[in-house]
């Protein structure tokens, strides 16, 4: 424990460069680029781009790094926030396969806080408020001080298209770019690509459009898009997205807003850190508000003046523009949090008030909400609409199946938030260099991480809208959980994939064994109920109960926790003290979890099951979605590993699918034996009869 605090306090205390200092360093380091060969290329400086060139680099291969503007890199372009319910699970997965985003997150917060706390701990959700200054700073310095990793500032023009190699699958072979200013090719074994809103990018303010990606930014060149679509053939789709008006601090009221306070005790994302640098008498609060009728009045008057929001492009379901809100639920009152954008900022992001109308009928909406009443705007809102790649043309190790060497990460795979571009970033970052270097790809099972199921996801149904990660997504999110990332990931990723480093392996490793030793001696304490009942007077527990329990099937119960039982047999469990909470979370869900692995592992065993040819699926009595029930109609799998093989269907279809299956089975096999014994009794009833007739 001394060693992990030690690495916790040296990650948390160290000195980042001035960000002038870094712009500096990377130019010259950049003015200096001499190499025309690189193992791997990385487009794109954002939440994606980071991860995949700092994940190719850990992994091995000579990365370079190319983006518009060195000093947007790690840039929040939009809220200024990390993590979530589904999306704090990417970001903890994505810190044990060593990547960024979520020590970046520990640096750069000011406001952190458990969601969905009234639930279990399966599906909470580490969140952070962060500092936007800082999270760029870290990124930023970060990226600086990766070995094998080069970043240069530029605009890429076009991929480098040849012939493939007749021993790899794939149509096409990508071998570099050519960046816009004319400057020599720049070759490369794969290319990664983290165009997020850029490719093709429309801005939208009122009536107005310009191209672009992002405010303040040049459009990405019309070339890239032209390979893409024309050179290699690849179905694109467009998508929409938007962003809030930043609004003035002290022109807004907060009195008259309700105060969110941030958790007493801050939780760090990363495990390699005990706490976070933000102290927790330091943290900002923020604030909740309604939008009003005069809100909805706004839009409505306004909507002629919008194009953004007449077109049919479709934009994200789960965190909407007002102006999609109001004509989706009109007459309802909408949340607005007014979220702090730094510790010295003088700017509020007002969560839920994205919008795209004229400038001066934002100013006009968000002063008929009573703690903005007189508030003034610094940016206002707008609009982006951009290209993606149907996902389904990707492997699950997120190459282009009809290209050798190209890979796609982020909103260019159609998805949204920074936590789902960061997670696809270092996946295809992994293997884009594993390609390079000659190795084998690899994958993540929708069974071991979440970052599995948003692939999965991705590769097998594709997006009509942009794609967001939920809990409710994951089949096995009993096991998928924050608190275990590591034990699921860090290793596999150190032996396997080759992402991690030793240090934080080695750490990884001790947590394990800790945990088991820790596992092994509540197992061994047995106890009678009336004994226990002693040792726990608080703990409600049945009298009529008199049998044997065990420390874990005792801190199973809801009023039980680790540090109780650790008082009672400090000579036992008082060395694992540090791990209270995981144990706690570790009791609770191994008998589901164990249960689950039996299920699938039965599965496995029954992929030989026939599925009657009969079968009315959309009228079976058990929990398929209709998009599963189309497809085993349509199909019509004759077994059930036929089933597990079909794009679409998940593993928990699977389940419901082979319980029905196998019950119904059941059911008929005894009907027909009780049929047959039926038969038998009558029969023997009738000998009988026979018998004693006179012959």
Same mark, same amino acid.
């Given at each position: 424990m001394a060693a992990s605090m030690r690495c916790a306090s040296h990650m948390?205390?160290?000195?980042?460069?001035?960000?002038?200092?870094?712009?500096?360093?990377?130019?010259?380091?950049?003015? &200096?680029?001499?190499?025309? $060969?690189?193992?791997?290329?990385v487009v794109g400086g954002g939440h994606a781009g980071t991860e995949a060139?700092?994940?190719?680099?850990?992994?091995?291969?000579?990365?370079?790094l190319v983006t518009q503007k060195i000093s947007t890199i790690g840039a929040l372009s939009c809220n200024p926030s990390l993590g979530g319910v589904g999306k704090g699970h990417l970001v903890r997965e994505v810190d044990a396969l060593d990547g960024l985003c979520g020590r970046a997150g520990d640096w750069a917060g000011i406001h952190f806080s458990i969601l969905n706390r009234r639930k279990g701990p399966a599906v909470w959700g580490p969140r952070a408020q962060l500092d936007r200054q800082r999270y760029r700073q870290f990124i930023q310095s970060e990226l600086l001080s990766t070995p094998r990793l080069t970043v240069l500032e530029g605009s890429v023009e076009e991929l480098l298209v040849? @012939?493939?190699?007749? @021993?790899? =699958?794939? &149509?096409?072979?990508? *071998?570099?770019?050519?960046?816009?200013? #004319?400057?020599?090719?720049?070759?490369?074994?794969?290319?990664?690509?983290?165009?997020?809103?850029?490719?093709? #990018?429309?801005?939208f303010v009122g009536q107005t459009t310009s191209p672009g990606g992002r405010i303040g930014d040049a459009p990405s060149s019309a070339g890239l898009s032209h390979t893409l679509k024309e050179r290699l053939g690849l179905r694109t789709g467009r998508l929409r997205t938007g962003t809030p008006p930043r609004i003035v601090k002290d022109s807004v009221d907060l009195s008259l807003a309700q105060v969110n306070p941030p958790d007493s005790h801050p939780t760090p994302f990363s495990f390699l850190n005990t706490h976070t640098r933000c102290k927790p008498e330091e943290?900002?609060?923020?604030?909740? *508000?309604? *939008?009003? =009728?005069?809100? @909805?009045?706004?839009?409505?008057?306004?909507?002629?003046?919008?194009? &953004?929001?007449?077109?049919? *492009?479709? #934009?994200?379901?789960?965190?909407?523009?007002?102006?999609?809100?109001?004509?989706? +639920?009109?007459?309802? $009152?909408?949340?607005?949090?007014l979220e702090p954008e730094g510790m010295t900022s003088d700017l509020l992001y007002p969560q839920g008030l994205s919008m795209t109308m004229p400038p001066d009928l934002q100013l006009r909406l968000i002063r008929e909400i009573p703690a903005m009443h007189r508030a003034e705007i610094h940016?206002?809102?707008?609009?982006? $609409?951009?290209?993606?790649?149907?996902?389904?043309?990707?492997?699950?190790? !997120?190459?282009?199946k009809s290209t050798q060497g190209l890979f796609l990460a982020g909103q260019i795979n159609g998805t949204t938030g920074y936590e789902e571009a960061a997670a696809q970033g270092l996946w295809a970052g992994v293997n884009a260099a594993r390609w390079a270097l000659s190795m084998p790809a690899v994958a993540l099972s929708r069974t071991e991480s979440y970052i599995g199921v948003?692939?999965?996801?991705?590769?097998?149904?594709g997006v009509t809208e942009p794609y967001r990660m939920f809990t409710s997504r994951a089949e096995f999110r009993t096991s998928l959980r924050p608190d275990n990332a590591d034990l699921r990931l860090t290793l596999k990723g150190f032996e396997e994939v080759g992402c991690v480093s030793s240090s934080r392996y080695q750490e990884a490793v001790r947590v394990r064994d800790s945990l088991q030793d820790a596992l092994t001696a509540l197992q061994a304490l047995t106890l009678s109920t009336p004994d226990w009942r002693k040792k726990l007077p608080d703990m409600r527990m049945s009298e009529a109960k008199n049998t044997l329990l065990t420390g874990m099937t005792v801190l199973q119960y809801?009023?039980?926790?680790?540090?109780?039982?650790?008082?009672?047999? =400090? @000579?036992?469990l008082s060395p694992y003290m540090e791990f209270a909470q995981r144990l706690k979370i570790e009791a609770v869900y191994r008998p589901h979890c164990d249960l689950q692995k039996k299920e699938t592992e039965r599965i496995q065993r029954e992929e030989n099951m026939s599925l009657p040819q009969d079968i009315d699926y959309f009228s079976l009595p058990v929990s398929l979605s209709q998009e599963v029930r189309e497809i085993l109609d349509r199909v019509r799998p004759s077994t059930l590993g036929a089933a597990t093989r079909l794009q679409g269907?998940?593993?928990?279809?699977?389940?419901?699918? +082979?319980?029905?299956?196998?019950?119904?089975?059941?059911?008929?096999?005894?009907?027909?034996?009780?049929?047959?014994?039926?038969?038998?009794?009558?029969?023997?009833? !009738?000998c009988a009869k026979n018998a004693s007739l006179p012959q």
């Open positions: 948390l205390s160290k000195k980042l460069p001035p960000l002038q200092s870094f712009l500096v360093l990377v130019s010259r380091r950049a003015s &200096h680029f001499a190499r025309q $060969q690189y193992d791997v290329i060139a700092a994940a190719a680099a850990r992994v091995g291969a000579e990365t370079l040849t @012939e493939p190699n007749p @021993e790899e =699958p794939g &149509h096409h072979r990508i *071998t570099g770019i050519h960046l816009a200013n #004319g400057s020599h090719p720049i070759s490369a074994s794969s290319v990664v690509l983290t165009t997020g809103t850029f490719l093709s #990018g429309s801005l943290q900002l609060p923020c604030h909740l *508000t309604y *939008t009003t =009728p005069g809100v @909805e009045r706004v839009v409505r008057e306004s909507l002629h003046l919008n194009c &953004h929001i007449q077109q049919d *492009t479709k #934009g994200p379901r789960y965190c909407p523009s007002i102006e999609s809100r109001v004509l989706r +639920f009109p007459g309802r $009152q909408h949340q607005v949090w940016t206002p809102g707008y609009g982006v $609409q951009y290209d993606f790649v149907c996902p389904t043309q990707l492997s699950p190790a !997120l190459q282009v948003l692939i999965d996801d991705l590769v097998s149904r809801n009023d039980v926790s680790f540090e109780m039982l650790a008082s009672n047999f =400090p @000579e036992h269907i998940t593993p928990a279809a699977i389940v419901h699918l +082979f319980n029905y299956v196998r019950h119904t089975g059941q059911k008929e096999r005894r009907t027909h034996r009780n049929q047959s014994d039926q038969k038998e009794e009558r029969e023997e009833e !009738l």
